[in-house]
Nanobody, 121 residues
């Protein structure tokens, strides 16, 4: 499995940004997908997940109502739409893929290279 994250950049507080993760190498529909982030000096944290079918989604409390994850209309992609961005959203964002159970366990096997999101106040 190969994952390629893209879409990061520098934005102002209140702006929106759309990240994308492109999946390749295996059957996309067999994997749960997730987004995580790591801010400077902090541990990596869960942001959002989507089940293998796309039916179920889950979010960290800190992003609930502002971020939306989906299995994208473009084949084998997982977009993360981020609205009402805050300076505390500044981090490197990573997409991840794992078995069906990963949606519940947050234990993913494959990771992308990360894309930097910087939100200025």
């Amino acid at each position: 499995v190969q994952l390629q994250a893209s879409g990061g950049g520098l934005v102002q507080a209140g702006d929106s940004l759309r990240l994308s993760c492109t999946f390749s190498g295996r059957t996309f529909s067999s994997y749960a997908m997730g987004w995580f982030r790591q801010a400077p000096g902090k541990d990596r944290e869960f942001v959002a997940a989507v089940s293998w079918s796309g039916t179920n989604t889950a979010y960290a409390d800190s992003v609930k109502g502002r971020f939306t994850i989906s299995r994208g209309n473009v084949k084998n992609t997982v977009p993360l739409q981020m609205n009402s961005l805050k300076p505390e959203d500044t981090a490197v964002y990573y997409c991840a893929a794992g078995p069906v159970s990963a949606y519940f366990t947050r234990k993913y096997d494959y990771w992308g290279q990360g894309t930097l999101v910087t939100v200025s106040s």
